[in-house]
């Protein structure tokens, strides 16, 4: 299997003078190290107004950066909100980055799953998926030799030469953010990458493999005229280094991803309360006083451990076939020490088993493609719980 970084850009309170300009640093200088120590893929996410949780408006400025840092990692985008931002500029933006990188760009595309981002762009939470899939079908004939038109219902398009044109041909690959287990399969029924932004166990990782691969097999419908991108990805939070104990200490702020998470999709209306009335770090440690074993719990859901413990769980994902891991470093509090050396520690003593598996993952999904393995069609509604369902579990009061 294949790795990933990735990036939410989280910043918990208190916020310096330089916590911004710090934290962009930092990850760039990852993202160089990961370049260097041989990953295949850093995905940096797109947000808007989601305090702490994500300081990331601009991903495209950021992969951008990045790319004249760097010289073979996949530069991807995990998402690009296709509901608030135009599709014309959309493609501008993704041809620029692929021509500036070389070819490097995989296209992630999202809907965005909270209220407190899209309405101030005239979206709604009741219409967004169709304004997705419009979206979706006005882009992909931006990325041909010469005009192109759409007439939609939410985009209305002129007959314009969008330019440039990016560097692959005739788009970079491109996938969606499966927020939702049961987007996984809506991805692979579509014919696009699956992005799994959500922790499970290899038991149903299983599943939604086959799902996944069944839904390209058996039941394709593709939005548009694009190149098919058969791939599945999941996000595991991550932490490696000499013992379990030294990895978990470290990784000890990783839930805070989920617990904001779950705070903006679980609130009423996905809404957050008025900016700057609630310090999101200090709810989170209330909820860790109160819930260490739910806490412990979740930890242990993902990678986090010495290379012994990483490679023993890897290996049980690696025979659902997944094709990509994207290990969550950068959440919380985690140093960029901390990061940098579990970058480095994975890469020496853990990736190379699994890249050298690369060659024979290949060959398997080549054959499911071609139907030449039938995968079994599983009932995917007994693997609907993933890791952080009942363990992490936050109901954050909503004041003004």
């Known amino acids: 299997m294949k790795f990933g970084i990735f990036y939410e850009l989280q910043l918990p309170r208190p916020w310096g003078q330089d916590s911004e300009w710090r934290l962009y640093q930092d990850a760039l200088a990852q993202v160089e190290i990961a370049d260097r120590l041989g990953y295949d893929y850093a995905w940096e996410v797109e947000h808007h107004f989601l305090e702490e949780y994500s300081h990331s408006p601009a991903p495209e ?118 927020s939702q287990l049961p987007t996984i399969k809506y991805a692979g029924e579509h014919g696009i990458g699956a992005l799994g932004f959500q922790f499970v166990s290899a038991d149903a990782a299983h599943a939604w493999v086959h799902s ?109 076939h997944i094709d990509q891991v994207i290990l969550l470093n950068q959440a919380g509090r985690t140093t960029h020490e901390d990061i940098c050396e579990s970058l480095d520690l994975f890469a020496r003593e853990v990736m190379p088993e699994f890249h050298a598996n690369i060659p024979e993952h290949e060959k398997w999904k080549a054959k499911v493609l071609a139907r030449e393995i039938e995968l079994e069609e599983i009932d995917t509604a007994q693997f609907m719980a993933r890791y952080g369902a009942r363990t992490v579990n936050v109901q954050v009061p909503v004041t003004g």
């Not at 041909?144 to 560097?167: C, I, M, S, T």
Request: charge should be positive.
């Open 212 to 320: 996944y691969y069944n839904g390209i097999t058996k039941r394709l419908n593709p939005l548009a005229d694009y190149k098919l991108n058969p791939n599945i990805a999941l996000v595991s939070f991550f932490m490696c280094a000499k013992t379990d104990e030294e990895a978990y200490a470290k990784a000890d702020g990783a839930t805070f991803f989920q617990f904001c998470l779950r705070f903006y999709g679980q609130n009423r209306g996905r809404q957050r309360p008025p900016p700057g009335t609630l310090n999101m770090w200090e709810e989170y440690n209330k909820w860790k006083r109160d819930n260490a074993e739910a806490q412990m719990n979740a930890l242990r859901g993902g990678l986090i451990g010495s290379p012994e413990t990483l490679r023993r769980k890897l290996r049980k994902f690696e025979t659902s």
């Open 61 to 178: 400025i950021f992969l951008g950066a990045a790319s004249q840092r760097t010289k073979n990692i996949r530069l991807g985008h995990g998402i690009v909100q296709l509901t608030t931002s135009h599709p014309a500029k959309v493609a501008e933006r993704i041809a620029v980055l692929d021509l500036l990188s070389n070819g490097r760009v995989e296209f992630g595309m999202g809907e965005s799953a909270s209220i407190t981002e899209i309405e101030p762009f005239g979206v709604t939470m009741e219409t967004k998926r169709a304004v997705f899939e419009d979206a979706i079908r006005c882009v992909i004939p931006m990325f041909k030799d010469g005009g192109a038109e759409y007439h939609g219902p939410h985009f209305d398009f002129p007959a314009r030469n969008v330019l440039p044109k990016p560097r692959q041909k005739p788009h970079p690959p491109l996938w969606m953010a499966c």
